[in-house]
């Protein structure tokens, strides 16, 4: 049976797309299915980095796109988790070197070999983004809980709706349980009340993406972290399970409790 | 001192703001009504109210409005002569 294409976009840059799109493949791919991760951000890459395959790099997808690389020779698989492979972008040319029917094409070959193909957007709504967005059977929305990212999200919503795609679902990221208990940061309720959309996932504000991203280890590697349970259980919504939405804890230190406390003398809980 | 700040806050607390801002932007971004299109609305309701009433082309307006209930097209249309046209039937 052919894979799933599920497409990895946000509108506003340095949301997480990249780090969503790695995630997702790790997390997928420790599950059993075949992956493959294409990063559709020309001239730009940065999801080789990411899942720290950058030093094996040969061809890329303009390579493919032009035919001097066969598919097979561009994509690049995880020796830590063979079933997962990426499709590196190239870094020396623009988003027109690829177009959306080449796109289309690309990803049915893929789709042939894998259960997933994840697709890794660039910022925008111009070429890159409708690169990203023509061979999607599946679309995720990636947003921070900030008023110039949600709004961008709607944007974005608004176009795979013209562009006739299902209704995309929800990552909420880098959210900071802690601020949106003091209200100073719109809830996840907020965010879904505003763009009417399902939610398919949480990530909390995490240190361990970051330092990650150094090693080129995604945290869904090992789900330890907060973030790493988070896309784990993201991929288990992926694959179909109804894995219920956690309350995340506000990890912050005795002090803050007492000033919480001070605010709130009835103890725990608030608005 | 946050929790000071809250504890004596006057302002609402800023995700509150952020929504509600965010709400009258997301309204703005959606309304897809492009001047090019009110125009050609325009001229639909000028053909077809002239077949029955003389009207103040240049004095025309329309407009959009949203609140709660959605968005709304809004026409002031000026009279200049209503003329027997009904009658004769064209
Ligand atoms: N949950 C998180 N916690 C902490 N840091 C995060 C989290 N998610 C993303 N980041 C950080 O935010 C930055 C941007 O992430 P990322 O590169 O994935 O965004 P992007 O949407 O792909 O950006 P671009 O639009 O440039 O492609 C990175 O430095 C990443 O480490
Ligand atoms: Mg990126």
Known sequence: MAGTVITITSGKGGVGKTTTTANLGVALARRGKRVACIDADIGLRNLDVILGLENRIVYDIVDVVEGRARLRQALIRDKRLPELQMLPAAQTRDKTAVNPQQMLKLADDLRAETDFVLIDSPAGIEHGFKNALAPAERVIIVTTPEVSAVRDADRIIGMVEAAEKPKPQLILNRLRPGMVKRQEMMSTEDVIEILAIDLVGIVPEDEMIITSANRGSPVAFDEKSQAGQAYGRIAQRILGQDVPFPVFDDNTGILKRFQSWFRNPNGGGGA | ?90
């Open chain 2, 1 to 90: 001192m946050r929790w000071f700040d809250s504890l004596f806050r006057r302002n609402p607390p800023s995700a509150q703001i952020a929504k509600s801002r965010l709400k009258v932007a997301i309204q703005i971004d959606r309304n897809n009504l492009s001047p090019e299109l009110i125009n050609m609305i325009q001229d639909d309701i000028v053909r077809a109210i002239s077949q029955r009433i003389d009207i103040d082309r240049d004095g025309m307006k329309i407009s959009t409005e949203r609140d709660e209930g959605g968005q709304r097209l809004i026409a002031d249309i000026p009279i200049k002569a209503v003329r027997a046209k009904a009658a004769s039937g064209e």
